[in-house]
């Protein structure tokens, strides 16, 4: 069980950066052990997933971000960042990030998820 906090959402122009966190606390756990994943929704669409880093370490994106976005976990914070440059006006959403402790080393996102953070708003608009 754990709990999840995004933060770092805002408003940026095109081609600006922003970069999220993803704080994880609970009790007796080892952030590499989980997944986790970065989702965004976008106003009036399904959630989709960005990217994820799983538990052995193996970084994944979504074609959308690939080259623009970096998924990197920070195990003595435990935090999960994910850090967003050239931003696109198409990137706008609500964030989440999810976590989940696969059973197995995966490289692979996992397909379900236990724990969800509340988000954080990104708005890339001129």
């Known amino acids: 069980q754990l709990q999840l906090v995004e933060s770092g959402g805002g408003l940026v122009q095109p081609g600006e950066s922003l970069r999220l966190s993803c704080a994880a606390s609970?009790?007796?756990?080892?952030?590499?052990?989980?997944?986790i994943t970065w989702f965004r929704q976008a106003p009036g669409k399904e959630r989709k997933e960005i990217s994820c880093i799983t538990n052995v370490g193996s970084t994944n994106y979504a074609d959308p971000v690939k080259g623009r976005f970096t998924i990197s976990r920070d195990s003595a914070k435990n935090t999960v960042s994910l850090q967003m440059d050239l931003l696109k006006p198409e990137d706008t959403g609500v964030y989440y990030c999810?976590?989940?402790?696969?059973?197995?080393?995966?490289?692979?996102?996992?397909?379900?998820?236990?724990?969800w953070g509340q988000g954080t708003k990104v708005t890339v608009s001129s």
């Open positions: 609970g009790y007796g756990f080892t952030l590499d052990d989980y997944a």
């Open positions: 999810a976590a989940e402790k696969p059973t197995w080393p995966r490289r692979s996102c996992p397909l379900e998820y236990d724990n």
